[in-house]
């Protein structure tokens, strides 16, 4: 089963705009955000010749910001627990890698984008979103990031909704409905199936 993209709108953008008005105390998560944006518009923007792919170059910044199994583990689901700790492990490789090639390998940098900050919402103790609107190449787009505090008292980001639509409920009703079909299995062949697929299409 072929896994859907998410919108089209490139995770190295989305990232290259992690960033809050205001200045916070260094512990906040708009604060760490704002760390997060100026290491990855290091990146994007470089005006040496690159020589890597931006996925692999910016890959190591997201890792900072980024609860990539956290995501993946929110975007299985409660099926989660069908899955042995190696098949785990196994998703949150390939799961991470679609995400940043999909979007990152695509993405030519041109002009920087232009942000508007919203507030912050308290969605909880150890949560928070915080809403953007970013401007692009002539276009509009409405970002939020939701981070969550981790048990080390920092801040990741676990979802990222682009026009109201989340990422992780986008990618759940896939997965859920691949591993209805055929288990833990069938959702790791499919995520290899992807990336494979992806890989033919950006080198």
Request: hydrophobic share 40%; aromatic share 10%; glycine share 12%.
């Given at each position: 089963m072929k896994i859907s993209r998410f919108l089209n709108f490139p995770v190295a953008l989305a990232a290259a705009v992690l960033a809050s008005a205001g200045v916070s105390r260094a512990d906040e998560p708009e604060s760490i955000l704002r760390r997060g944006v100026d290491e990855v518009m290091a990146v994007v923007y470089d005006p040496a010749p690159a020589s890597a792919p931006l996925s692999v170059r910016v890959k190591p910044v997201l890792e900072k910001y980024f609860d990539f199994a956290?995501?993946?583990?929110?975007?299985?689901?409660?099926?989660?627990?069908?899955?042995?700790?190696?098949?785990?492990?196994r998703a949150?490789?390939?799961?991470?890698?679609?995400?940043?090639r999909t979007y990152a390998d695509r993405f030519q940098p041109r002009e920087?984008?232009?942000?508007?900050?919203?507030?912050?919402v308290e969605l909880s103790a150890r949560r928070r979103e915080l809403a953007q609107t970013v401007g692009y190449l002539?276009?509009?787009?409405?970002?939020?990031?939701?981070?969550?505090?981790?048990?080390?008292?920092?801040?990741?980001?676990?979802?990222?909704?682009?026009?109201?639509?989340s990422m992780v409920q986008n990618y759940r009703g896939q997965f859920e409905a691949i591993l209805q079909k055929g288990g833990p299995e069938a959702l790791l062949k499919s995520l290899e199936d992807n990336l494979r697929d992806i890989a033919s299409k950006t080198t």
């Open positions: 956290g995501i993946t583990r929110r975007a299985v689901g409660p099926s989660w627990k069908q899955l042995s700790s190696a098949q785990q492990h949150i490789d390939l799961f991470g890698e679609i995400v940043l920087k984008p232009t942000i508007s900050y919203g507030a912050v002539g276009q509009n787009y409405s970002v939020a990031y939701r981070m969550e505090q981790q048990a080390s008292g920092g801040w990741l980001v676990y979802d990222v909704l682009i026009e109201g639509v």
